[in-house]
Nanobody, 115 residues
Framework: QVQLVESGGGLVQPGGSLRLSCAAS????????MGWYRQAPGKQRELVAA???????NYADSVKGRFTISGDNANKKVYLQMNSLKPEDTAVYYC?????????WGQGTQVTVSS
């Protein structure tokens, strides 16, 4: 069984920064995609950023230039550095790891951007 443990959410003022962390454990393929998704109240879950085990990165247009995803392959960890946060970034952020037909989710961490 694969488990994902997230940390780093919280309350921050507009313009502030947060860093999310996610650690995956269990039986995991050597080739995978790890990513961060978010879901705001009343909205669908959306991709924020993803990184492959080979280092290919993808960002949602809404976070380009503000968020940075990075990964630690050896330890199956992924990080999301979030800068210049906006109220519209408020959501529950979920970590995901997937390969072939498998997809696993973390429990989610709340990020609230408010003054």
């Amino acid at each position: 069984q694969v488990q994902l443990v997230e940390s780093g959410g919280g309350l921050v003022q507009p313009g502030g920064s947060l860093r999310l962390s996610c650690a995956a454990s269990g039986s995991i393929s050597s080739m995978y995609v790890m990513g961060w998704y978010r879901q705001a109240p009343g909205k669908q879950r959306e991709l924020v950023a993803a990184i492959t085990s080979g280092g290919i990165i993808n960002y949602a247009d809404s976070v380009k230039g503000r968020f940075t995803i990075s990964g630690d392959n050896a330890n199956k960890k992924v990080y999301l550095q979030m800068n210049s946060l906006k109220p519209e970034d408020t959501a529950v952020y979920y970590c995901n790891i997937r390969w072939t037909m498998y997809s696993y989710w973390g429990q989610g961490t709340q990020v609230t951007v408010s003054s």
